[in-house]
């Protein structure tokens, strides 16, 4: 199937990059961190990027998934949806790059992935070296590093930069609406936690899943070389295949502002438990109240009340946030 391509920039500059992040859409960043030092070790081979990258390992250890070799590199939930295909082994950054490198280029290899893995917390030199001016300041950067890997079509709350390192890795993305349309899995046993896809993009089965047809007609995919990055607002799916026996890719995640907690997927299934099963004129009374209170659809809910007495809706203090909704007092904005 021929995908549409996806919009392509170079040499972004921040204000320009505010410009691309209202439009809400996917965007390639080409060459935005050729300059990094990782990307030029990484043009030298596998063995001179792992050495440069093991100078930062301060030794703690982090989670490698390790997938079968049957699997084809495919991390994903596991047959009967009970849990993933995948197992964790516990090692240090220096450990799993030595395993990476003693395995590549072997088919019978398992599938090895470090994933996810905040720099800060096992590289903490790295942020230094790697400027990233388009994401917020303090923004921590995110290392992914393996063999070939299959990242199944989710989708993140958070905004998202992807740079890659080394390698290449093939984007298809999704527009949020689509959300009926991929047949999300589980979401308690959710692979990395976000909800997945159920359907396989390579082979889909239309009779099990007869949307992912409309789905496809919206999806765009891209490559990505060494050096180049992708900007991903939130909520769009993304299916990522790394394609070379070595990659990298280092990412930024940010919320944008307003959020006062930071868990808003726990508020969701919380929404869930307590919505879901009423009847359906309740539902409905309920979806008006959101309508109201927490999207605003119809302007400032408490408008007509002084600042100082609208409650949670008047914006919840700093020393209130993350706690038990009933310590917060209402009295107050």
């Known amino acids: 199937m021929d995908f549409a391509a996806i919009d392509e920039r170079g040499e972004v500059t921040p204000e320009q990059f505010e410009d691309i992040r209202a439009a809400g859409k996917p ?4 060459d935005l961190v ?4 990782a990307v030029a070790k990484a043009e030298q081979g596998r063995a001179p990027l792992f050495d440069y990258l093991k100078s930062f390992d301060n030794g703690q250890p982090q989670s490698t998934l390790i997938g079968a070799p049957e699997l084809d590199g495919k991390f994903n939930y ?37 994933q996810s893995i905040l720099t800060k917390d096992h590289m903490p030199d790295f942020r230094a070296a790697h400027a990233m001016p388009l994401a917020p300041k303090g923004t921590e950067p ?30 298809t993305l999704f527009p949020p609406e689509q959300l ?29 899943h007869p949307g992912f047809e409309a789905a496809l007609k919206t999806a765009t ?41 930071s868990n808003s997927w726990a508020a969701l299934l919380h929404a869930i438990m307590a919505f879901r099963g009423l009847p359906a004129s309740e539902r409905a009374m309920w979806q008006g109240i959101f309508a109201q209170f927490a999207f605003s659809e119809n302007g400032d809910a408490m408008a007509h009340l002084p600042g100082d007495r609208r409650g949670v809706l008047g914006g919840v203090p700093d020393r209130f946030r993350e706690s038990n909704i009933r310590q917060i007092p209402i009295s107050r904005g």
């Open 221 to 261: 995919r891209a490559r990505l070389t060494p050096g180049d990055a992708m900007y991903i607002p939130a909520g769009w799916f993304h299916h990522v295949r790394a394609i070379s026996d070595i990659n990298m890719l280092v990412n930024y995640w940010w919320r944008a502002p307003g959020a006062q907690v």
């Open 142 to 171: 995110r290392a992914w590093i393996g063999n070939k890997t299959v990242v199944q079509t989710h989708f993140d709350l958070s905004e998202n930069i992807a740079c890659v390192v080394a390698g290449h890795r093939e984007f």
């Open 180 to 208: 009926p349309n991929l047949y999300i899995g589980p979401l308690e046993s959710a692979p990395g936690g976000t909800p997945v896809s159920t359907t396989n993009l390579d082979n889909p089965d239309f009779d099990a």
């Open 34 to 37: 050729s300059g990094w030092p």
């Open 27 to 30: 965007v390639i960043l080409r």
């Open 78 to 114: 596991n047959s009967d949806f009970s849990g993933q295909n995948y197992t964790h082994r516990a090692e240090t950054v220096s450990a799993a790059l030595d395993a990476l490198l003693a395995d590549s280029g072997n088919a019978s290899s398992p599938a090895t992935y470090i």
